[in-house]
């Protein structure tokens, strides 16, 4: 089964059904939702759309959803904590390669886990420091 990570920005197009999710990112969600794949979510991903709602720019709703993804590895879509091989990884990710935190430890979690990321991030695509899906 085929295993990948997503950035913030491709699970909240993808829940919100955006036209703008890269074909790369829809197909592996397609196959989430069909059993064919699972995608990992890195918890920071949760923080981060707290903050987006707080700004006022994700809805509450899409909020909602992303809080009831499962925490169990069974799940096609689910939440991975940020643990200590993940911190190790971010370590490899300095800011003049990718320069939000966040994005490193999302980038990091892809690394860790030898896992592409679903990524529309120009910054992790550039660096070539993680395998990102196309």
């Known amino acids: ?11 909240l197009w993808h829940l919100t059904g955006d036209h703008r999710l890269p074909k ?10 069909e059993g064919r794949a699972q995608i ?17 720019r994700v809805s509450a709703s899409v909020l909602a959803q992303l809080l009831v993804l499962s925490d169990t590895p069974d799940a096609n879509i689910y939440v991975v904590p940020l643990d200590v091989m ?13 320069p939000e935190l966040a994005d490193r430890i999302i980038a990091a979690t892809a690394r860790a886990l030898n896992l592409p990321l679903l990524t529309t991030d120009p ?7 993680v395998k990102v899906a196309k």
């Open 1 to 11: 089964m085929k295993r990948y990570v997503s950035d913030t920005q491709c699970i």
């Open 24 to 33: 790369a990112a829809r197909t592996a969600f397609n196959a989430a939702e």
């Open 40 to 56: 990992l979510v890195p918890s920071i991903t949760l923080v981060e759309a707290i903050f987006l709602v707080q700004r006022q």
């Open 86 to 98: 993940v911190a190790r990884a971010v370590s490899d990710f300095g800011p003049s390669a990718i």
């Open 123 to 129: 910054a992790i695509q550039e660096s070539g420091l």
